[in-house]
Protein backbone atom coordinates (compact mmCIF):
# COMPACT_ATOMS: atom_id res chain seq x y z
CA UNK A 1 0.00 0.00 0.00
CA UNK A 2 2.31 3.00 -1.16
CA UNK A 3 1.65 6.73 -1.06
CA UNK A 4 3.57 9.27 -3.60
CA UNK A 5 7.03 10.64 -2.13
CA UNK A 6 5.91 14.06 -3.02
CA UNK A 7 2.40 14.07 -0.60
CA UNK A 8 4.64 12.84 2.30
CA UNK A 9 6.83 15.93 1.47
CA UNK A 10 4.15 18.12 1.73
CA UNK A 11 2.64 17.09 4.54
CA UNK A 12 5.52 18.54 6.49
CA UNK A 13 7.24 20.68 3.91
CA UNK A 14 5.93 24.06 6.42
CA UNK A 15 7.06 22.43 9.49
CA UNK A 16 10.91 20.72 9.01
CA UNK A 17 13.47 22.29 7.02
CA UNK A 18 13.70 19.70 4.58
CA UNK A 19 15.03 20.63 1.52
CA UNK A 20 15.02 18.40 -1.80
CA UNK A 21 18.12 18.32 -4.12
CA UNK A 22 17.23 16.46 -6.96
CA UNK A 23 15.38 17.45 -9.81
CA UNK A 24 12.25 15.83 -8.88
CA UNK A 25 10.30 13.67 -7.04
CA UNK A 26 10.41 11.19 -10.16
CA UNK A 27 6.95 9.87 -9.19
CA UNK A 28 8.32 7.89 -6.52
CA UNK A 29 6.28 5.89 -4.24
CA UNK A 30 6.61 4.78 -0.46
CA UNK A 31 5.59 1.69 1.55
CA UNK A 32 7.13 2.45 4.53
CA UNK A 33 9.62 4.55 6.00
CA UNK A 34 13.35 3.03 7.42
CA UNK A 35 16.37 3.94 9.27
CA UNK A 36 19.56 2.62 7.56
CA UNK A 37 23.05 4.44 8.54
CA UNK A 38 25.34 1.84 6.65
CA UNK A 39 25.01 0.44 2.83
CA UNK A 40 25.96 -2.65 4.00
CA UNK A 41 22.21 -2.90 5.73
CA UNK A 42 20.94 -2.05 2.84
CA UNK A 43 19.87 -5.32 1.13
CA UNK A 44 17.46 -5.93 4.32
CA UNK A 45 15.04 -2.95 2.83
CA UNK A 46 12.11 -4.51 0.94
CA UNK A 47 12.11 -1.79 -1.82
CA UNK A 48 10.22 1.15 -1.75
CA UNK A 49 10.94 2.39 1.44
CA UNK A 50 12.11 6.41 2.03
CA UNK A 51 15.40 6.01 3.93
CA UNK A 52 16.58 8.53 6.77
CA UNK A 53 20.29 8.31 7.85
CA UNK A 54 21.54 10.44 10.63
CA UNK A 55 24.62 12.20 8.65
CA UNK A 56 26.93 10.48 11.50
CA UNK A 57 29.05 8.64 8.77
CA UNK A 58 28.53 11.28 6.33
CA UNK A 59 32.39 11.69 6.01
CA UNK A 60 32.96 11.97 2.63
CA UNK A 61 31.40 12.47 -1.10
CA UNK A 62 32.60 9.19 -2.06
CA UNK A 63 31.01 7.61 1.28
CA UNK A 64 27.83 9.48 0.12
CA UNK A 65 27.53 8.14 -3.77
CA UNK A 66 28.91 4.40 -2.17
CA UNK A 67 25.82 4.92 0.02
CA UNK A 68 23.70 5.93 -2.49
CA UNK A 69 24.51 3.05 -4.94
CA UNK A 70 23.38 0.76 -2.45
CA UNK A 71 19.98 2.15 -1.96
CA UNK A 72 19.27 2.08 -5.40
CA UNK A 73 20.48 -1.41 -5.70
CA UNK A 74 17.60 -1.85 -2.64
CA UNK A 75 14.79 -0.22 -4.72
CA UNK A 76 14.57 2.80 -2.01
CA UNK A 77 12.53 5.62 -2.69
CA UNK A 78 14.29 8.19 -1.65
CA UNK A 79 17.12 9.42 1.29
CA UNK A 80 16.77 12.22 3.73
CA UNK A 81 19.85 12.81 5.64
CA UNK A 82 21.09 15.04 8.01
CA UNK A 83 23.80 17.65 7.33
CA UNK A 84 26.19 19.64 9.48
CA UNK A 85 25.97 22.75 7.07
CA UNK A 86 24.46 23.33 3.72
CA UNK A 87 25.57 22.99 0.89
CA UNK A 88 26.79 19.47 1.37
CA UNK A 89 26.03 17.83 -1.76
CA UNK A 90 28.55 18.18 -4.32
CA UNK A 91 26.96 18.49 -8.10
CA UNK A 92 28.47 15.14 -9.14
CA UNK A 93 26.21 13.64 -6.08
CA UNK A 94 23.45 15.88 -7.58
CA UNK A 95 23.90 14.39 -10.74
CA UNK A 96 24.14 11.16 -9.87
CA UNK A 97 20.71 11.09 -8.02
CA UNK A 98 19.36 12.75 -11.05
CA UNK A 99 20.82 9.92 -13.20
CA UNK A 100 19.18 7.21 -10.89
CA UNK A 101 16.32 8.91 -10.04
CA UNK A 102 16.80 8.92 -6.53
CA UNK A 103 15.24 11.55 -4.52
CA UNK A 104 17.88 13.22 -2.06
CA UNK A 105 16.94 15.65 0.97
CA UNK A 106 19.41 17.02 3.35
CA UNK A 107 18.01 18.15 6.87
CA UNK A 108 19.60 20.84 9.81
CA UNK A 109 21.99 18.72 12.09
CA UNK A 110 18.84 19.76 15.19
CA UNK A 111 15.87 18.33 12.73
CA UNK A 112 13.85 16.47 15.01
CA UNK A 113 13.80 13.30 12.66
CA UNK A 114 11.34 11.33 15.17
CA UNK A 115 8.13 13.75 14.26
CA UNK A 116 8.44 13.72 10.94
CA UNK A 117 8.58 9.59 10.74
CA UNK A 118 5.98 9.58 13.52
CA UNK A 119 4.03 12.12 10.92
CA UNK A 120 5.25 9.98 8.22
CA UNK A 121 3.70 6.32 9.87
CA UNK A 122 0.72 8.06 10.41
CA UNK A 123 0.16 9.04 6.80
CA UNK A 124 1.24 5.78 5.49
CA UNK A 125 -0.86 3.63 8.05
CA UNK A 126 -4.07 5.51 7.63
CA UNK A 127 -3.45 4.67 3.40
CA UNK A 128 -3.40 1.33 4.56
CA UNK A 129 -6.16 0.51 6.62
CA UNK A 130 -7.99 2.87 3.40
CA UNK A 131 -6.54 0.22 0.67
CA UNK A 132 -7.54 -2.66 2.97
CA UNK A 133 -11.06 -0.95 3.82
CA UNK A 134 -11.78 -0.10 0.11
CA UNK A 135 -10.71 -3.79 -1.18
CA UNK A 136 -12.74 -5.36 1.47
CA UNK A 137 -15.71 -2.74 -0.20
CA UNK A 138 -15.21 -3.64 -3.27
CA UNK A 139 -15.38 -7.64 -2.63
CA UNK A 140 -18.59 -6.55 -1.53
CA UNK A 141 -19.76 -4.89 -4.51
CA UNK A 142 -18.63 -8.22 -6.27
CA UNK A 143 -19.83 -11.04 -4.31
CA UNK A 144 -22.89 -9.68 -2.34
CA UNK A 145 -24.29 -6.99 -4.57
CA UNK A 146 -27.28 -6.87 -2.61
CA UNK A 147 -25.57 -6.22 0.75
CA UNK A 148 -25.48 -2.65 -0.33
CA UNK A 149 -24.45 -1.68 3.26
CA UNK A 150 -21.76 -3.32 3.01
CA UNK A 151 -20.19 -1.58 0.30
CA UNK A 152 -21.60 1.97 -1.17
CA UNK A 153 -20.74 3.81 2.36
CA UNK A 154 -17.16 3.12 2.19
CA UNK A 155 -16.62 3.08 -1.15
CA UNK A 156 -19.00 6.44 -1.53
CA UNK A 157 -16.92 8.22 0.74
CA UNK A 158 -13.74 7.69 -0.69
CA UNK A 159 -15.17 9.16 -4.37
CA UNK A 160 -16.22 6.12 -5.67
CA UNK A 161 -19.85 7.81 -6.62
CA UNK A 162 -23.16 5.85 -7.44
CA UNK A 163 -22.97 7.15 -11.18
CA UNK A 164 -19.44 6.77 -12.84
CA UNK A 165 -17.91 4.51 -15.12
CA UNK A 166 -16.55 0.99 -13.39
CA UNK A 167 -14.52 -1.56 -14.99
CA UNK A 168 -12.71 -4.49 -13.39
CA UNK A 169 -9.85 -6.58 -15.07
CA UNK A 170 -8.75 -9.75 -13.99
CA UNK A 171 -4.72 -10.34 -14.21
CA UNK A 172 -2.82 -13.38 -13.84
CA UNK A 173 1.00 -14.33 -14.64
CA UNK A 174 1.81 -18.06 -13.62
CA UNK A 175 4.63 -18.64 -14.92
CA UNK A 176 6.26 -16.40 -12.33
CA UNK A 177 4.89 -18.15 -8.90
CA UNK A 178 7.22 -19.25 -6.89
CA UNK A 179 7.16 -20.75 -3.39
CA UNK A 180 8.16 -17.15 -2.41
CA UNK A 181 5.01 -15.37 -4.20
CA UNK A 182 4.89 -13.67 -7.39
CA UNK A 183 7.48 -10.76 -7.87
CA UNK A 184 6.23 -10.24 -11.38
CA UNK A 185 2.59 -10.19 -10.13
CA UNK A 186 3.57 -7.69 -7.40
CA UNK A 187 5.83 -5.47 -9.52
CA UNK A 188 2.65 -5.24 -11.83
CA UNK A 189 0.69 -3.87 -8.90
CA UNK A 190 2.94 -1.94 -8.48
CA UNK A 191 2.80 -0.15 -12.13
CA UNK A 192 -1.12 -0.41 -12.16
CA UNK A 193 -1.38 1.59 -9.21
CA UNK A 194 1.11 4.14 -10.95
CA UNK A 195 -0.91 4.70 -13.90
CA UNK A 196 -4.43 4.44 -12.88
CA UNK A 197 -6.06 7.52 -11.53
CA UNK A 198 -8.75 6.28 -9.85
CA UNK A 199 -8.95 2.91 -8.51
CA UNK A 200 -8.58 -0.19 -6.59
CA UNK A 201 -6.40 -3.17 -6.90
CA UNK A 202 -5.94 -6.02 -4.85
CA UNK A 203 -4.82 -9.92 -5.20
CA UNK A 204 -7.37 -12.99 -4.94
CA UNK A 205 -5.90 -16.86 -5.25
CA UNK A 206 -2.54 -15.70 -7.29
CA UNK A 207 -4.68 -12.91 -9.52
CA UNK A 208 -4.72 -9.47 -9.38
CA UNK A 209 -8.42 -8.01 -9.54
CA UNK A 210 -8.28 -4.28 -10.79
CA UNK A 211 -10.84 -1.59 -10.86
CA UNK A 212 -10.38 1.71 -12.69
CA UNK A 213 -13.51 4.35 -12.68
CA UNK A 214 -14.01 6.92 -14.60
CA UNK A 215 -11.71 5.93 -17.39
CA UNK A 216 -12.49 4.54 -20.67
CA UNK A 217 -12.02 1.16 -22.00
CA UNK A 218 -9.83 1.64 -24.64
CA UNK A 219 -7.58 4.07 -22.39
CA UNK A 220 -7.14 1.44 -19.71
CA UNK A 221 -6.28 -1.52 -22.32
CA UNK A 222 -3.63 1.08 -23.75
CA UNK A 223 -1.95 1.78 -20.77
CA UNK A 224 -2.34 -2.29 -19.31
CA UNK A 225 -0.90 -2.90 -22.88
CA UNK A 226 1.86 -0.88 -22.24
CA UNK A 227 2.26 -2.30 -18.95
CA UNK A 228 2.79 -5.73 -20.17
CA UNK A 229 4.93 -5.10 -22.68
CA UNK A 230 3.45 -7.69 -25.06
CA UNK A 231 4.63 -10.48 -22.19
CA UNK A 232 2.90 -13.49 -23.46
CA UNK A 233 2.89 -15.15 -19.85
CA UNK A 234 0.65 -12.49 -18.92
CA UNK A 235 -3.46 -13.07 -19.15
CA UNK A 236 -5.73 -10.30 -19.19
CA UNK A 237 -9.61 -10.51 -19.27
CA UNK A 238 -11.76 -7.11 -18.82
CA UNK A 239 -15.14 -6.60 -18.13
CA UNK A 240 -17.69 -4.54 -19.45
CA UNK A 241 -17.91 -1.02 -18.08
CA UNK A 242 -20.89 -0.46 -16.05
CA UNK A 243 -22.14 3.30 -15.11
CA UNK A 244 -23.44 1.92 -11.51
CA UNK A 245 -21.78 1.22 -8.44
CA UNK A 246 -24.44 -1.10 -7.79
CA UNK A 247 -23.30 -2.80 -11.13
CA UNK A 248 -20.03 -3.58 -10.53
CA UNK A 249 -20.28 -7.66 -10.16
CA UNK A 250 -21.56 -7.66 -13.75
CA UNK A 251 -18.31 -6.09 -14.64
CA UNK A 252 -16.61 -8.68 -12.59
CA UNK A 253 -18.20 -11.57 -14.07
CA UNK A 254 -17.67 -10.30 -17.78
CA UNK A 255 -14.17 -9.68 -17.07
CA UNK A 256 -14.02 -13.56 -15.52
CA UNK A 257 -15.85 -14.70 -18.31
CA UNK A 258 -12.67 -12.69 -20.92
CA UNK A 259 -10.13 -13.89 -18.47
CA UNK A 260 -11.39 -17.50 -18.91
CA UNK A 261 -11.37 -17.54 -22.81
CA UNK A 262 -7.75 -16.12 -22.73
CA UNK A 263 -6.99 -20.25 -21.01
CA UNK A 264 -9.20 -22.05 -23.13
CA UNK A 265 -11.29 -20.75 -26.61
CA UNK A 266 -9.10 -17.58 -27.78
CA UNK A 267 -5.35 -18.04 -29.06
CA UNK A 268 -5.06 -14.22 -27.25
CA UNK A 269 -3.95 -13.10 -23.47
CA UNK A 270 -5.56 -10.06 -23.48
CA UNK A 271 -8.77 -10.13 -24.12
CA UNK A 272 -11.82 -7.23 -23.63
CA UNK A 273 -15.23 -9.03 -22.99
CA UNK A 274 -17.09 -6.60 -25.41
CA UNK A 275 -15.16 -7.47 -28.22
CA UNK A 276 -15.86 -11.22 -27.89
CA UNK A 277 -18.86 -11.46 -30.56
CA UNK A 278 -20.30 -14.81 -30.43
CA UNK A 279 -18.01 -15.90 -27.69
CA UNK A 280 -20.63 -13.97 -24.64
CA UNK A 281 -23.45 -15.64 -26.19
CA UNK A 282 -21.81 -19.12 -25.36
CA UNK A 283 -20.06 -18.25 -22.61
CA UNK A 284 -23.05 -17.40 -20.52
CA UNK A 285 -25.38 -20.90 -21.44
CA UNK A 286 -24.38 -22.48 -18.19
CA UNK A 287 -26.62 -25.58 -19.64
CA UNK A 288 -24.44 -28.14 -20.75
CA UNK A 289 -26.84 -30.46 -22.17
CA UNK A 290 -27.99 -27.75 -24.31
CA UNK A 291 -24.16 -27.35 -26.16
CA UNK A 292 -23.77 -30.98 -26.04
CA UNK A 293 -27.24 -31.69 -27.94
CA UNK A 294 -26.49 -29.12 -30.63
CA UNK A 295 -22.73 -30.19 -31.44
CA UNK A 296 -24.04 -33.96 -31.76
CA UNK A 297 -27.16 -32.79 -33.85
CA UNK A 298 -24.65 -30.95 -36.32
CA UNK A 299 -21.21 -32.26 -36.40
CA UNK A 300 -21.42 -35.94 -33.90
CA UNK A 301 -21.33 -38.45 -37.17
CA UNK A 302 -18.11 -36.35 -37.76
CA UNK A 303 -16.96 -36.54 -34.47
CA UNK A 304 -17.72 -40.36 -33.88
CA UNK A 305 -16.10 -41.25 -37.27
CA UNK A 306 -12.99 -39.36 -36.57
CA UNK A 307 -12.64 -40.87 -33.00
CA UNK A 308 -13.29 -44.56 -34.64
CA UNK A 309 -11.20 -44.22 -37.65
CA UNK A 310 -8.90 -41.88 -35.89
CA UNK A 311 -9.57 -39.23 -39.16
CA UNK A 312 -8.74 -35.76 -39.56
CA UNK A 313 -12.20 -35.17 -40.81
CA UNK A 314 -13.44 -32.25 -38.25
CA UNK A 315 -9.80 -30.43 -39.05
CA UNK A 316 -10.16 -30.10 -42.77
CA UNK A 317 -14.23 -28.86 -42.45
CA UNK A 318 -12.97 -26.35 -39.80
CA UNK A 319 -10.05 -25.25 -41.87
CA UNK A 320 -12.54 -24.81 -44.60
CA UNK A 321 -15.16 -22.83 -43.04
CA UNK A 322 -11.85 -20.48 -42.11
CA UNK A 323 -11.24 -20.13 -45.36
CA UNK A 324 -14.78 -19.20 -46.61
CA UNK A 325 -15.60 -22.44 -48.03
CA UNK A 326 -12.65 -21.83 -50.60
CA UNK A 327 -11.30 -25.24 -52.45
CA UNK A 328 -8.66 -23.77 -53.73
CA UNK A 329 -7.69 -21.54 -50.39
CA UNK A 330 -8.51 -24.73 -48.31
CA UNK A 331 -6.31 -26.70 -50.16
CA UNK A 332 -3.24 -24.42 -50.30
CA UNK A 333 -3.65 -24.33 -46.21
CA UNK A 334 -3.27 -27.93 -45.92
CA UNK A 335 -0.72 -28.65 -48.28
CA UNK A 336 -3.00 -31.09 -50.01
CA UNK A 337 -4.45 -31.32 -53.98
CA UNK A 338 -7.60 -30.12 -55.08
CA UNK A 339 -8.86 -33.09 -55.99
CA UNK A 340 -7.89 -35.27 -52.41
CA UNK A 341 -9.45 -32.16 -50.39
CA UNK A 342 -12.47 -32.97 -52.84
CA UNK A 343 -12.46 -36.10 -52.43
CA UNK A 344 -12.94 -35.44 -48.05
CA UNK A 345 -15.10 -32.87 -48.58
CA UNK A 346 -17.79 -35.15 -50.18
CA UNK A 347 -17.28 -37.95 -47.47
CA UNK A 348 -17.91 -35.42 -44.95
CA UNK A 349 -21.12 -34.67 -46.58
CA UNK A 350 -22.45 -37.80 -46.57
CA UNK A 351 -21.43 -38.81 -43.24
CA UNK A 352 -23.13 -35.48 -41.83
CA UNK A 353 -26.19 -36.40 -44.60
CA UNK A 354 -26.99 -32.25 -44.70
CA UNK A 355 -26.04 -29.88 -47.17
CA UNK A 356 -23.36 -27.91 -45.76
CA UNK A 357 -23.35 -25.05 -47.39
CA UNK A 358 -26.77 -23.66 -46.98
CA UNK A 359 -26.87 -20.51 -44.54
CA UNK A 360 -28.39 -22.46 -41.76
CA UNK A 361 -26.45 -25.21 -42.06
CA UNK A 362 -23.30 -23.12 -42.37
CA UNK A 363 -24.13 -20.42 -39.04
CA UNK A 364 -24.81 -24.07 -37.58
CA UNK A 365 -21.14 -25.60 -38.33
CA UNK A 366 -19.61 -22.57 -37.04
CA UNK A 367 -21.52 -21.93 -34.00
CA UNK A 368 -19.99 -25.96 -33.03
CA UNK A 369 -17.16 -25.00 -34.02
CA UNK A 370 -17.00 -22.05 -31.52
CA UNK A 371 -18.58 -24.16 -28.76
CA UNK A 372 -15.51 -26.96 -29.22
CA UNK A 373 -13.38 -24.27 -28.39
CA UNK A 374 -14.73 -23.04 -25.65
CA UNK A 375 -14.65 -26.77 -24.20
CA UNK A 376 -10.95 -26.47 -25.53
CA UNK A 377 -11.26 -29.85 -27.44
CA UNK A 378 -9.26 -31.15 -29.90
CA UNK A 379 -9.92 -30.09 -33.60
Known sequence: MAIKLQSLYEAINNQFDVILHTNSFYDKEVT????????????????????????????SQNWLKEFLKSLKDAHASGLIISVKSRPAFSQEIIDYCNEIQLPLFSTSWDTPFIDIMRI???????????????????????????????YLNPLESNGFFRDMNYTVLMISCHTYDSDSGNSYLEQLEKKIRYFMSKGIVYEEGKHLIVLFAGESVNDISQKLYDVCQNNSDVYVGIGTTVSQLTDIHRSYETAFTAYQLTKTALPKNFLEYDKLGVYKLLADIHNQSLTTDFLNSTLGPILDYDAVHHTDYLHILEVYFDHDCSIIHTADALYCHKNTLSYKLNKIKELLDYDILTNENRTNIMLSFYILRLEKRSI
Open 32 to 59: WIHTVEQGEFSHLLHGDELIFNSGLNFT
Open 120 to 150: FSEILLKNEHRETSLAAALKNAIYYPENEDS
